[in-house]
């Protein structure tokens, strides 16, 4: 009699502490199930002041938005340089927008009428011969490329300077923001990278 209780006994407290075990173990499971929800983000609730600090964090980081910088141009190689600096220019908070023309004379005129903001299709002796022939007001407002089939005596001689491609504006307007922005992404590395690696040296970036 006294030999069965003991059995009896033991076997309790053997299944007690086999059922502790596995709670244990049940415990480490979902303690690691929820250091994985927390280091993948997937059901962690967020403070709402946390919160508030992370949407200013996103909003710091924002570009600001400063502009539109409109351009009328010609196919090749201009909007095809130009399209090279839109996402240089937003990320800078300006927009460029690009209006390709088949002519040389309608892009001079709608800068001069104030429709766009600047043009880039042309060399610097093209834009005065045409300022002194149809009365416009247009200035050179930055250097950005060669083309030296257009020249005789070579990139370093006096005659290339006549044949820079630049950006025109109308008088007054050189100092806009957006125009500097627009000539100062058209000279930067990116862009005269992309001018060396497209056009095996028909187009040449301005130094």
Sequence with gaps: MKKRIFTTLFA???AAGVLTGCG????????GADDVEIVTGD???VNPEEDGEMEENIEGDA??????ITVASTATPHAEILEQA???LAAKGWDLEVTIFDDDVQPNLVVESGEFDANYFQDISYLDSFNEEQGTHLVNAGEIHYEPFDISQGTDSE???TY?????VKEG????EGIKALVEVLKSDDIKTFIENTYDGDVVAFE
Excluded: H, M, R
Aim: hydrophobic share 35%.
């Design 159 to 161: 005659e290339a300077k």
């Design 12 to 14: 309790t407290v053997l």
């Design 86 to 88: 839109k996402p240089l």
């Design 173 to 176: 307007n050189e100092e806009n």
């Design 24 to 31: 244990s173990q049940d415990g480490a499971k979902t303690s």
């Design 164 to 168: 820079v491609n630049i950006i025109a």
């Design 43 to 45: 059901s962690v609730e």
């Design 63 to 68: 570009v600001e938005i400063k502009g539109t």
